[in-house]
């Protein structure tokens, strides 16, 4: 079945460092790839999505490219910020279906 | 807009008792999901309604939960009798297109004692 897998956390940086979270996916066909984003005490928010491969998702400054030979979908930022300071889930929905498949998510703290 | 609401926020129930938790989706929103959130795990797909239609619960432990959408707006999934391992957010969402559509709700913790 398809499934999502996110690196392990936590992981924690200084602020204005550069941030990469991996994600590696397994699915059939070309699924389309999302990023959502959880902060403390809030629901969790789309913060950018690919639906084909090489495409490129960006908002607030984080990116993700669809890499279809890799399977991956890794989330960059060049300088995070205190307030990036969230959890992050990478998740997918196989071609033409509504669900979401959630990886594990990955717990990020930026320290001043 | 008004997003997803959710109630109650908190629930701290005793194995084998019963629970029930209540979302109102987004105005207009045909689709309605819930989804179980365990601690340091992502959400998992529950259930999936379209109006009050079900299109997918095949992830549902249907000895114990069920769900129901009245009138394609509201829903209530139910636990009965409640298990240790149901401990966990329960999320609802709700969308009016393609999975980048969907809105979540701010969640039920559930403690099971």
């Known amino acids: 079945g398809n499934s999502v897998t996110q690196m392990e956390g936590p992981v924690t940086l200084s602020e204005e460092a550069f941030l990469t979270i991996n994600c590696t996916y397994t699915?059939?066909?070309?699924?389309?790839l999302f990023w959502y984003v959880q902060y403390p005490g809030e629901g969790l928010q789309l913060l950018l999505k690919?639906?084909?491969?090489?495409d490129k998702g960006s908002n607030k400054g984080f990116e993700a490219t669809y890499r279809k030979e890799t399977t991956s979908f890794h989330l960059e930022k060049g300088s995070v910020q205190v307030s990036d300071s969230a959890v992050y889930f990478c998740?997918?929905?196989?071609?033409?279906?509504?669900?979401?498949?959630f990886g594990q998510g990955t717990r990020l703290t930026i320290n001043p | 807009e008004a997003g997803v609401a959710q109630s109650p926020r908190y629930k701290i129930i005793e194995k084998r008792q019963s629970v029930a938790f209540w979302c109102n989706p987004i105005?207009?929103?045909?689709?309605l999901y819930w989804y179980q959130q365990i601690l340091g795990q992502g959400p998992k797909l529950l259930i999936q309604?379209?109006?009050?239609?079900?299109?997918?619960d095949s992830q549902l432990p249907k000895d114990r939960f069920s769900a129901e959408r009245l009138k394609g707006v509201d829903s209530t999934l139910k636990i009965q009798p409640a298990k240790l391992e149901d401990s966990a957010v329960y999320l609802c969402?709700?969308?009016?297109?393609?999975?980048?559509?969907?809105?979540f709700g701010p969640g039920t913790r559930l403690l099971v004692l």
């Open positions: 309604f379209q109006n009050n239609g079900v299109v997918d």
């Open positions: 699915a059939t066909g070309y699924p389309s």
């Open positions: 969402a709700s969308s009016f297109g393609g999975p980048e559509t969907q809105y």
């Open positions: 998740a997918l929905s196989e071609q033409g279906a509504q669900k979401l498949v």
């Open positions: 690919a639906t084909k491969a090489d």
């Open positions: 105005s207009g929103h045909a689709t």
